[in-house]
Structures are given as structure tokens and as C-alpha cells.
């Protein structure tokens, strides 16, 4: 029994360190993404929508060749190709469009909540696995086990350490992403409701 407890604290240990890597490589990637997006979005959102205000539909298409990274050039783009088919269609189709945009943005995002709320309860099965281990070597070694006792627990009492220490900046960043994305998302719907602005009249 305590070779497969030992086992379990080991796999419990390996499954945070793979966690930690994957939330790494998640908030770099997502990271490069919004401020990319982030700072082409404040050089061209207003030329955008002045643009949409004085008719000049065509050269909407320019942003994409020189951004073609950028969400908002995307959907310049994609309303300079649309513009002709009326208001109600590029409103139904706009909103199609967004709806594109926003599961591309948050695309891995679900991994940090998901880890941000899964972290502690792993360090908690961890400290659980850990714990009984202490328990077995006390029932087995009686007193003369103490010293074996007490680095059990605290081991044990590191893993839930460890959890917690992965889960709080996991749920800060997600936090700080999905803000970035909801800003994103009015953005988008600001140039959305130019457009249509502009194919009303």
C-alpha cells in the first residue's frame, strides 16, 4: 500500500509540473496575441470608423494586406466584402463574424480557467494521498516512526502548497485575458454598428 501511495504523490507532483509548463505556454501564446491586436487596434480602430463615416468602403481592404494578424483588420475586411448586401444581411452576417472572432481570441483561454480551478483540488488529492501515507507508517513503525511521520505530512502539505501556488496566477491571468477579450469584443461591435450606420444611409 505505501509503494502505490508513494506512486500516487509522485504522479500528483508530475501532474502540476505538466500543468505549470501547459499554463506557460498558454499565457505567452495568448499573451502575444491581444497585444499584437492590442496595439494595431489603437493605430487603426478610429481610422476605421472614420472611414465608415465618410463612405470610404474600399480602401477598408488596405488594413488586412498590412495587418493580416490583426482582428480588426479581419473585420474591416470582411465589411468592405460585404458592404453591398444590404442592411439586414450584414447585420445577421456581422454577427456570424463576431462570433468567429471571439472563439479565435479566446481559443485556450478555457485552459488556464480550467487549470485555475482545477490546481487546488489536484494539491488537495496530493496532501489526501500524503496524509493517509502518515497515518500507514505511524499504524507500522508506532513511535519509533515519528521522524518518517512528520516528513510525510509535510510533503504532503506541500502539494496543496504547490496547487495553490499554480492556481493563483492561472486565475489572475485568465481574469486579465478575459478583460482584454471583452474589450476587443466592444470594439468590434462598435465598428459593427458604424457599418450598419453607414449601409442605412
Known amino acids: 500500500m505505501e509503494n502505490l501511495l508513494t506512486l500516487g504523490e509522485r504522479a500528483i507532483f508530475s501532474i502540476m509540473g505538466l500543468a505549470s509548463v501547459i ?8 499573451a502575444l496575441i491581444f497585444r499584437h491586436n492590442a496595439k494595431i487596434g489603437e493605430k487603426i480602430f478610429h481610422e476605421i470608423v472614420a472611414k465608415l463615416r465618410v463612405w470610404d468602403i474600399e480602401s477598408l481592404g488596405t488594413y488586412i494586406e498590412q495587418y493580416p494578424e490583426s482582428v480588426y483588420a479581419r473585420f474591416a475586411a470582411f465589411i468592405k466584402e460585404h458592404f453591398k448586401s444590404g442592411e439586414a ?21 478555457i485552459v488556464l480557467a480550467s487549470l485555475g480551478n482545477n490546481a487546488p483540488f489536484i494539491g488537495l488529492l496530493g496532501t489526501v494521498l500524503g496524509i493517509i501515507k502518515a497515518f500507514y507508517n505511524l499504524g507500522t513503525l508506532g513511535n519509533t516512526g515519528a521522524e518518517v511521520v512528520m516528513r510525510s505530512i509535510s510533503t504532503a502539505l506541500l502539494a496543496t ?7 493563483i496566477p492561472v486565475v489572475m491571468l485568465n481574469n486579465f485575458f478575459s478583460k482584454r ?6 470594439s468590434l461591435e462598435i465598428l459593427a454598428k458604424e457599418a450598419l450606420a453607414s449601409v442605412s444611409k
Open 89 to 109: 444581411a450584414l447585420g445577421h452576417m456581422m454577427e456570424g463574424k463576431l462570433i468567429e472572432e471571439r472563439m479565435h481570441l479566446e481559443k485556450r483561454i
Open 181 to 186: 477579450l471583452k474589450n476587443i469584443m466592444q
Open 161 to 167: 502548497a504547490c496547487g495553490l501556488l499554480i492556481a
Open 23 to 30: 499554463a506557460l505556454a498558454v499565457t505567452i501564446d495568448r
